[in-house]
């Protein structure tokens, strides 16, 4: 039996009910580590819940990335993709390395000294120039991975 999730107090802080195809979609997410797309979500739900539709899907995704609970983004591929912006132990930030030939996605958060601080550092630049308080960034290498270069 697992303990309640993270999200719970999300949903008690907007005011919004946990209805079933929320509540399956978080659980999609939360059993993966792959960025998944509107549709390939849309089939892993199907399996559990055959009555809720795509554009359900859709207009549930957009809420959860309005209440923070979900990240979305573009790898350039055409769709977009989602993945849980928290885990259990808390936000899970990490960087992408997104290989433009297989669309494989590298998640990294072993992050260096080095990169630590060119980010902070960055972001403290930024914040004084523009007068733009930074609550968060994501960040994208695109490139070719190391199975389709040895190809
Ligand atoms: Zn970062
Ligand atoms: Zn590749
Ligand atoms: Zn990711």
């Given at each position: 039996m697992m303990g309640p999730h993270w999200w719970h107090n999300r949903f008690r802080g907007w005011g919004y009910r946990l209805t079933i195809p929320r509540q399956a979609i978080l659980e999609v997410l939360s059993r993966t580590s792959e960025h998944l797309s509107a549709e390939e979500i849309y089939l892993e739900v199907h399996k559990q819940?055959?009555?809720?539709?795509l554009a359900t899907i859709y207009r549930t995704l957009e809420l959860l990335v309005e209440m923070g609970i979900v990240n979305k983004f573009d790898f350039g591929d055409g769709r977009a993709r989602y993945e849980l912006s928290e885990d259990s132990k808390g936000p899970k930030h990490h960087h992408h390395l997104i290989c433009t030939i297989c669309g494989q996605v590298v998640d990294y958060r072993d992050f260096s000294e080095e990169e630590k601080r060119f980010f902070e550092d960055l972001e403290n630049a930024l914040s004084r120039k523009y007068n733009f308080e930074i609550k968060n960034h994501q960040v994208m290498f695109y490139g070719i991975c190391d199975r389709c270069k040895n190809k």
């Open positions: 819940y055959p009555s809720i539709g």
